[in-house]
Nanobody, 114 residues
Framework: QVQLVESGGGLVQPGGSLRLSCAAS????????MAWYRQAPGKQRELVALITGGGNTNYAGSVKGRFTISRDNDKNVVYLQMNSLKPEDTAVYYC????????WGQGTQVTVSS
């Protein structure tokens, strides 16, 4: 069965950095579109970044230039490097495989606060 396990969340000050990791199993990772979504309190879940099996990427306008999504197809891991973090980045971040109708991880909390 498909399993996605996120790690790397935590509390960070504005301007700081975090790297999230998502370990994947149970499907053919190398040809699957992977993505990071986030959901802040009282808000809808939103797409943050995605990466195709071939390495093409796309980002939400609010994070472009600050976040980088990458993948290691040998280790079946997708990453989200988050730099220059802002309080509005505070959310639960979810790993996704195969789009909105696909598989989801359990989520990891990212809190940006002084």
């Amino acid at each position: 069965q498909v399993q996605l396990v996120e790690s790397g969340g935590g509390l960070v000050q504005p301007g700081g950095s975090l790297r999230l990791s998502c370990a994947a199993s149970g499907f053919i990772f190398s040809i699957s579109v992977m993505a990071w979504y986030r959901q802040a309190p009282g808000k809808q879940r939103e797409l943050v970044a995605l990466i195709t099996g071939g390495g093409n990427t796309n980002y939400a306008g609010s994070v472009k230039g600050r976040f980088t999504i990458s993948r290691d197809n040998d280790k079946n891991v997708v990453y989200l490097q988050m730099n220059s973090l802002k309080p509005e980045d505070t959310a639960v971040y979810y790993c996704n495989a195969g789009g909105a109708g696909g598989a989801w991880g359990q989520g990891t909390q990212v809190t940006v606060s002084s």
